[in-house]
Nanobody, 114 residues
Framework: QVQLVESGGGLVQPGGSLRLSCAASGFIFRIYDMGWYRQAPGKQRELVAGITSGRITNYADSVKGRFTISRDNAKNTVTLQMNSLKPEDTAVYYC????????WGQGTQVTVSS
């Protein structure tokens, strides 16, 4: 079935950059809209970036201009390039299909701190 494996998280200083990757399997990746979500302690999970099957992208206002989502359908991967990171970006980051999010991976921890 659906499997989502996130990687690339870590500890970075404010202003730093990080590149997250998501390996997907168990579905026809190329036809699904995909997204990156994040969840900080005590907060609900939120969508921060989305990319359609046609590679149209959208971003939450909080990350617009700093994050870039992309996909490689040949590799069944979704990438989130994170630049100019802020402490408020600290969260566990997850990838998933947009609108079909009943199955989640373990996520990858991003911590932005000096």
């Amino acid at each position: 079935q659906v499997q989502l494996v996130e990687s690339g998280g870590g500890l970075v200083q404010p202003g730093g950059s990080l590149r997250l990757s998501c390996a997907a399997s168990g579905f026809i990746f190329r036809i699904y809209d995909m997204g990156w979500y994040r969840q900080a302690p005590g907060k609900q999970r939120e969508l921060v970036a989305g990319i359609t099957s046609g590679r149209i992208t959208n971003y939450a206002d909080s990350v617009k201009g700093r994050f870039t989502i992309s996909r490689d359908n040949a590799k069944n991967t979704v990438t989130l390039q994170m630049n100019s990171l802020k402490p408020e970006d600290t969260a566990v980051y997850y990838c998933n299909r947009l609108g079909r999010t009943t199955t989640w991976g373990q996520g990858t921890q991003v911590t932005v701190s000096s």
